[in-house]
T-cell receptor, first 111, second 113 residues
Framework: QQPVQSPQAVILREGEDAVINCSSSKALYSVHWYRQKHGEAPVFLMILLKGGEQKGHDKISASFNEKKQQSSLYLTASQLSYSGTYFCGTGPNSGNTPLVFGKGTRLSVIA | GAGVSQTPSNKVTEKGKYVELRCDPI?????LYWYRQSLGQGPEFLIYFQGTGAADDSGLPNDRFFAVRPEGSVSTLKIQRTERGDSAVYLCASSHLAGAEQFFGPGTRLTVL
C-alpha cells in the first residue's frame, strides 16, 4: 500500500527549516528518500533501515520510527537548491520486494 | 562513471502501435527497476530484474506490457497495442544490490495520441 506523505506542499524562505513525514499502514523494513527536480530524474538522498540509526548529511537528516511505521525527513537552514519534490519509498522486507513510493511533497524555497 | 541512460528521451506514438523503451544501467549493477510516473505522482513500480531474470513483475498493469534483460545489463520495456492511458514518463533505475539505493535514469516520456 502506498505510504502517505505530509504535507503535500510547503513553501519556505531561505534559512527556514522543514519536516516531511512519511507514514505506512504496513510494517516497514526500509525507507528510502529521493528528491526530484522538475523535469529531472529522482536523486537518492538516504536509506533508513529497521534497527538502524538516524541518518544525515549536511543539513538533511531523517529518522525512522519502526513502531509507528513512520519516517521523517528534516531539512534545516534550507537553501534554494533544496527546492523540488521529495518522495519516500517504503520497503516491507530486506530487499527482495519493490519499493512503494508516496505521492511526494513539493518543497519550494524562496529567497 | 556514466549514469543510467534511457532512450529515446521522448516517444510519440499512435494508439494501437507497439513501442520499445531502452534502459542502460550503471555497469555492474545487478538490480534493474522499471517505474512509470504520471504528473503529480510518485514513481509506480512495474518490474524488477535481478540479473537476467524478472524477480518481480507484479506491477505490470496487463499483458500488453513486457520487459526483458537478456544479458543482465541492458533492458527493454515493450508495450503492445498502446493506449492513451499508457502516456507517462517511464523511469529506469539500477542498484548494485536489491534493496540498496537506486540510481534513476532521465526517463522516457511516452505520449500516445
Amino acid at each position: 500500500q502506498q505510504p502517505v506523505q505530509s504535507p503535500q506542499a510547503v513553501i519556505l524562505r531561505e534559512g527556514e527549516d522543514a519536516v516531511i513525514n512519511c507514514s505506512s499502514s504496513k510494517a516497514l523494513y526500509s525507507v528510502h528518500w529521493y528528491r526530484q527536480k522538475h523535469g529531472e530524474a529522482p536523486v537518492f538522498l538516504m536509506i533508513l533501515l529497521k534497527g538502524g540509526e538516524q541518518k544525515g548529511h549536511d543539513k538533511i537528516s531523517a529518522s525512522f520510527n519502526e513502531k509507528k511505521q513512520q519516517s521523517s525527513l528534516y531539512l534545516t537552514a534550507s537553501q534554494l537548491s533544496y527546492s523540488g519534490t521529495y518522495f519516500c519509498g517504503t520497503g516491507p522486507n530486506s530487499g527482495n520486494t519493490p519499493l512503494v513510493f508516496g505521492k511526494g511533497t513539493r518543497l519550494s524555497v524562496i529567497a | 562513471g556514466a549514469g543510467v541512460s534511457q532512450t529515446p528521451s521522448n516517444k510519440v506514438t499512435e494508439k494501437g502501435k507497439y513501442v520499445e523503451l531502452r534502459c542502460d544501467p550503471i555497469s555492474g549493477h545487478t538490480a534493474l527497476y522499471w517505474y512509470r510516473q504520471s504528473l503529480g505522482q510518485g514513481p509506480e513500480f512495474l518490474i524488477y530484474f535481478q540479473g537476467t531474470g524478472a524477480a518481480d513483475d507484479s506491477g505490470l498493469p496487463n499483458d500488453r506490457f513486457f520487459a526483458v534483460r537478456p544479458e543482465g545489463s541492458v533492458s527493454t520495456l515493450k508495450i503492445q497495442r498502446t493506449e492513451r492511458g499508457d502516456s507517462a514518463v517511464y523511469l529506469c533505475a539500477s542498484s548494485h544490490l536489491a534493496g540498496a539505493e537506486q540510481f534513476f535514469g532521465p526517463g522516457t516520456r511516452l505520449t500516445v495520441l
